[in-house]
T-cell receptor, first 111, second 118 residues
C-alpha cells in the first residue's frame, strides 16, 4: 500500500533563506508526483507536476526533483518570502487517475 | 485556466439533516473527485467520477453518496449529517488519462467548503 510522508511537519525560517521540503513514498511505481500549496482555509493550488520519466521541474523560484528509485521528491524554494507561508502538500499518482497525499509541511517565513 | 467552483465556502448544518455540496468545473474534464481534509489525516478520497453517471468509491465512502448528472457538475450528498462529518470538503477535476497521458494528468482543486455539523 502506497504511503506518502512529508518531513518536517512544520518549518519556520527567516525571509531570504533557501529551503527544501521533503516528500517520500513507499512504492516507486508511480506515474507522476504533484506539489500543491494550500493557504489557511483555502483549496489547493497546483505548483508543479513531475512525470515519472522526469527528474525535475522548475517554476520561478520553485524547483522540484524526483528520484523514483529511492522514493523521494524535494521542493526547493529559493529566496523565501513571507508570501510563501502556506502548507505544502505532495501527492503521488495511484492507478491511472487518483492521487495519494502526504499530510503536508506547514511553512512560515518571517520578515 | 481551469476553474473549479464550490457552492459554499462555509456551511453549518444540524445532525440528521440532508446536505448537498455542489462542485462545478468549466474545463470539460471527465474526472471529478470529492475529498475531505482533517488535521493529521490529510486529504482522503470519498468518491471519484470518471464520466457522467459513473462513480467509484474512494477510501471513505461511508455516510456519503454522489451524483453526476452533467459532465461539469459533481454533487456530494450527506444523507443524514453527523458530527463526525464536520470537515473541510474539497472538490477536484482532471482530464481522463485515456485522453491525456497518465503521467501528465494534473488535478485542479476548488476553494473548499468548511462544513460544521452541530
Amino acid at each position: 500500500k502506497q504511503e506518502v510522508t512529508q518531513i518536517p511537519a512544520a518549518l519556520s525560517v527567516p525571509e531570504g533563506e533557501n529551503l527544501v521540503l521533503n516528500c517520500s513514498f513507499t512504492d516507486s511505481a508511480i506515474y507522476n508526483l504533484q506539489w500543491f500549496r494550500q493557504d489557511p482555509g483555502k483549496g489547493l493550488t497546483s505548483l508543479l507536476l513531475i512525470q515519472s520519466s522526469q527528474r525535475e521541474q522548475t517554476s520561478g523560484r520553485l524547483n522540484a526533483s524526483l528520484d523514483k528509485s529511492s522514493g523521494r521528491s524535494t521542493l526547493y524554494i529559493a529566496a523565501s518570502q513571507p508570501g510563501d507561508s502556506a502548507t505544502y502538500l505532495c501527492a503521488v499518482s495511484r492507478g491511472t487517475d487518483k492521487l495519494i497525499f502526504g499530510t503536508g509541511t506547514r511553512l512560515q517565513v518571517f520578515p | 485556466d481551469v476553474k473549479v467552483t464550490q457552492s459554499s465556502r462555509y456551511l453549518v448544518k444540524r445532525t440528521g439533516e440532508k446536505v448537498f455540496l455542489e462542485c462545478v468545473q468549466d474545463m470539460d474534464h471527465e474526472n471529478m473527485f470529492w475529498y475531505r481534509q482533517d488535521p493529521g489525516l490529510g486529504l482522503r478520497l470519498i468518491y471519484f467520477s470518471y464520466d457522467v453517471k459513473m462513480k467509484e468509491k474512494g477510501d471513505i465512502p461511508e455516510g456519503y453518496s454522489v451524483s453526476r448528472e452533467k459532465k461539469e457538475r459533481f454533487s456530494l450528498i450527506l444523507e443524514s449529517a453527523s458530527t463526525n462529518q464536520t470537515s473541510m470538503y474539497l472538490c477536484a477535476s482532471s482530464l481522463s488519462s485515456l485522453l491525456q497521458g497518465v503521467a501528465e494528468n494534473e488535478q485542479f482543486f476548488g476553494p473548499g467548503t468548511r462544513l460544521t455539523v452541530l
